[in-house]
């Protein structure tokens, strides 16, 4: 189900006649140019769709008679399913389809945009409110372009982590709550929720606003999750990775991210290391693997030797 009054907010949309309802039940991403449908072909009809009536599809309607551009209006409306129908480019509907759409009690709505821009922006706009959706906690912050999500046991230091990495010059997306939508089998977007947006909780402190505190650029509404660095109290017997050869992954809604564990310890500054870390997966995302390189530099002086 999608808000019509969200959906009509984040497309600047206008409302042309008074019919109205709270939500569409729309469960598709896509879009009907309903061009066919005015001619009078109904075969694979997606009532169901939002309709989008552009320049070709209006051009095609003013030159029927009134008589005929009636009937089919008619013909059009009359499927109950239709959500709404939204006219671009600004151009002003026929009185007969404001009226008839009336009667059918189908919203029709108006865009300023360009046919294909807006079927583009409201195809990203359907996918992204019904992704599937999860809530994580943990810490999403960007750092170096890279989406890190910071995770770990209550108290081990996820928000002062995070705290340093702000007052480094990165950007906290969300602090303790994360909204996580899986836009594509293997894309993951993070966002806090509305309500706790900006804020962050810091233990002997309390909630702290960090749009505030450090201005907008400290700051984002949403990004995607690239990487999850996991953080835990260092362990004396535990053998902890220390060539990075062998990539970990966690699974977040059925999409494998890459995740390293990151063990904490007093006088160990995370915020670096959680910054070098970044830098390192994007280079390994380029190509180049640290680790790989140094093996291959030992592996070839080994050979080297032995030849001689």
Not at 36 to 44: C, E, I, P, T
Not at 157 to 171: C, F, I, M, N, P
Not at 233 to 251: C, H, M, Q, S, V
Request: net charge negative; with cysteine.
């Amino acid at each position: 189900m999608i808000k019509a009054k969200d959906f009509i907010k984040e497309l600047n949309l206008r409302v042309l006649n008074s019919t109205y309802q709270e939500e569409w039940d729309i469960h598709s991403a896509e879009l009907n140019r309903p061009g066919l449908q005015f001619v009078g072909f109904y075969d694979h009809f997606r009532a169901d769709w939002p309709q989008v009536v552009g320049l070709t599809e209006m051009t095609y309607l003013e030159s029927l008679s009134d008589d005929v551009r009636r009937e089919r209006l008619d013909a059009f409306f009359s499927h109950k399913m239709i959500p709404c129908a939204i006219i671009c480019r600004g151009m002003t509907p026929p009185d007969d389809m404001l009226e008839l759409a009336t009667a059918h009690q189908v919203p029709l709505l108006s865009t300023e945009e360009y046919t294909t821009r807006f079927v583009a922006l409201t195809m990203n706009y359907l996918n992204r409110c019904l992704a599937p959706r999860a809530t994580l906690h943990g810490v999403l912050v960007d750092v170096y372009g890279m989406g890190v999500l910071i995770t770990g046991e209550s108290g081990v230091g996820k928000s002062e982590a995070a705290l340093e990495l702000v007052r480094r010059g990165h950007q906290l997306v969300a602090d303790d709550v994360v909204d996580v939508c899986r836009v594509t089998e293997n894309r993951l977007i993070g966002e806090s929720p509305e309500t706790v947006r900006h804020f962050m909780e810091i233990r002997g402190i309390g909630i702290i606003d960090i749009k505030a505190m450090y201005g907008i650029s400290a700051v984002l509404n949403s990004k995607t999750i690239d990487m999850v660095i996991h953080l835990e109290a260092w362990k004396e017997k535990k053998a902890y990775d220390r060539l990075g050869l062998a990539e970990d992954f966690t699974t977040i809604m059925d999409v494998r991210v890459p995740q390293l564990v990151l063990p904490v310890r007093p006088g160990r500054n995370v915020a670096v290391v959680i910054e070098v870390a970044a830098r390192n997966h994007s280079l390994k995302q380029n190509g180049y693997s640290a680790a790989q390189e140094l093996d291959r530099r030992l592996n070839e002086m080994m050979m080297n030797s032995m030849g001689k």
